[in-house]
């Protein structure tokens, strides 16, 4: 019964390779997003899409690619990894995007480690 | 204890007394503010919102203080627990811009 869900939990890959992460969310919410934390625990958003929308797409490489094939879905590709992706990467997801109705729900995170 | 959010402080607080977490929030335009904590190995999972209009808002041991004059905001926790063990992040959000999370503070109890 767990809210928001990810997987895998760890990834560990060579440079060079692609890799996608999975997110789904059983909340019934309409919004979801990609978040990334450095090994200095900053958190910093890279997507969000509202029922299979995308509505932000931050500054990222475009070797990360989001695909949405439902609004309880939201998964992450990535390109030609670099040693520079390792990072804990979120899912969350929020009943909208806007106002007060802005709390978000966390994965449990994605730990990926590029050698 | 009392900590300043700008980076990854740590603040560590005997248990049982109280703690404070401060955050410096840079948008004059944010009118919502959350609290997440974040313990080892997890997402971060919400603790309590404020918004704009308010000042302050009380949950269950926490409080959350907002003044918008300087752009700071306080979470407080009473009568600490091993549990409360975590990284605390402010975060903050204008209308439907996207939420902006600051850099944390690692809260570490003392038994």
């Known amino acids: 019964d767990t809210a928001v869900s990810q997987t895998p939990k760890y990834l560990v890959t060579q440079m060079g390779n692609d890799k996608s992460i999975k997110c789904e969310q059983n909340?019934?919410?309409?919004?979801m997003y990609w978040y990334k934390q450095d090994s200095k625990k900053f958190l910093k958003i890279m997507f969000s899409?509202?029922?299979?929308?995308?509505?932000i797409n931050e500054t990222v490489p475009n070797r990360f690619s989001p695909k949405s094939p439902d609004k309880a879905h939201l998964n992450l590709h990535i390109n030609s990894l670099e040693l520079g992706d390792s990072a804990v990467y979120f899912c969350?997801?929020?009943?909208?995007?806007?106002?007060?109705?802005?709390?978000?729900?966390f994965g449990p995170g994605t730990r990926l480690t590029v050698l | 204890g009392e900590s300043v959010g700008l980076h990854l402080p740590t603040l560590s607080v005997q248990e049982g007394d109280n703690s404070i977490i401060n955050c410096a929030y840079s948008?004059?335009?944010?009118?919502?503010f959350i609290w997440y904590k974040q313990e080892s190995g997890k997402g971060p999972q919400f603790i309590i919102d404020?918004?704009?209009?308010?000042d302050k808002r009380q949950g269950q041991r926490v409080t959350v203080l907002l003044n918008k004059t300087v752009k700071h905001l306080s979470l407080q926790i009473a009568a600490t627990q091993p549990g409360d063990s975590a990284v605390y992040f402010c975060?903050?959000?204008?209308?439907?811009?996207?939420?902006?999370f600051g850099t944390g503070t690692r809260l570490t109890i003392i038994p």
């Open positions: 899409y509202n029922n299979k929308e995308l509505i």
């Open positions: 969350a997801s929020s009943l909208s995007p806007s106002g007060s109705l802005g709390e978000q729900f």
């Open positions: 909340l019934g919410h309409d919004t």
């Open positions: 948008n004059s335009a944010s009118d919502y």
């Open positions: 975060a903050e959000k204008a209308g439907n811009e996207k939420l902006t």
């Open positions: 404020i918004r704009s209009n308010m």
